[in-house]
């Protein structure tokens, strides 16, 4: 039924926002010894996981919308399957800016509503286009974790360990949306994702 339905989702939505994520796999990097970080090293660290943390709040919204509208039962599969991935993304950059201290994005309830727009209309337009809008967004958000990779302090083995395993995971992701049929989203689109995508990440770092 519909009204089932509204209500999964809307649980979903706020598990996602306010409840502490779960994780299936360890989080990397557990086993390595906590660096010495000054000050200021803790400060970035902390704002690059804050703004790793509203990506994968974003990313969450994104998958939920594209899965609600897909029309095809194993692309609708594959989403959720890399939502789920995305949910230890989630609990990963969580505990590790709650062991350096810090705290997620206040404005999470806002990057979520936005994404989730997001993922109705690219589902709306179809799969191949649906497909193309997550292979892109996954494309970006692993050029976004290499640079991350290096802002990261070289000794900050912990932190780094979680980063190189999201970038592998949204690599993958990547790639199996190529593979269901992805279409290539064209450029002004593109810019247009790379645009938000920098008006996120610079207010999340911050707030």
């Given at each position: 039924m519909f009204s089932d339905r509204f209500i999964a989702e809307f649980d979903k939505a706020l598990r996602t926002v306010f409840a502490p994520a779960t994780t299936w796999r360890a989080m990397p990097g557990t086993d390595l010894p906590e660096a010495e970080l000054s000050p200021?090293?803790?400060?970035?660290?902390?704002?690059?996981?804050?703004?790793?943390?509203?990506?994968?709040?974003?990313?969450?919204?994104?998958?939920?919308?594209?899965?609600?509208?897909?029309?095809?039962?194993?692309?609708?599969?594959?989403?959720?399957?890399?939502g789920r991935e995305e949910t230890e993304h989630l609990a990963w950059t969580e505990r590790r800016m709650a062991e350096l201290g810090g705290r997620k994005s206040l404005l999470n309830p806002l990057w979520y509503a936005g994404s989730l727009t997001l993922g109705v209309v690219?589902?709306?337009?179809?799969?191949?286009?649906?497909?193309?809008?997550?292979?892109?967004?996954?494309?970006?958000?692993?050029?976004?974790?290499?640079?991350?990779?290096?802002?990261?302090?070289?000794?900050?083995?912990?932190?780094?360990?979680?980063?190189?395993?999201?970038?592998t995971d949204e690599a993958s992701h990547a790639d199996t949306a190529v593979h269901l049929g992805a279409r290539e989203l064209p450029a002004p689109v593109k810019g247009a994702m790379r645009l938000m995508s920098k008006v996120m990440t610079g207010t999340a770092y911050h707030v």
């Open positions: 200021e090293e803790r400060r970035r660290v902390i704002g690059l996981m804050r703004v790793n943390h509203c990506g994968e709040v974003c990313a969450q919204a994104l998958y939920q919308g594209q899965a609600l509208t897909s029309r095809d039962p194993s692309i609708r599969q594959a989403l959720e399957q890399a690219a589902g709306k337009l179809g799969d191949a286009w649906n497909l193309g809008f997550l292979a892109e967004t996954e494309r970006q958000v692993g050029a976004h974790l290499d640079s991350h990779l290096g802002k990261l302090p070289v000794q900050d083995s912990r932190s780094r360990a979680i980063v190189e395993q999201m970038k």
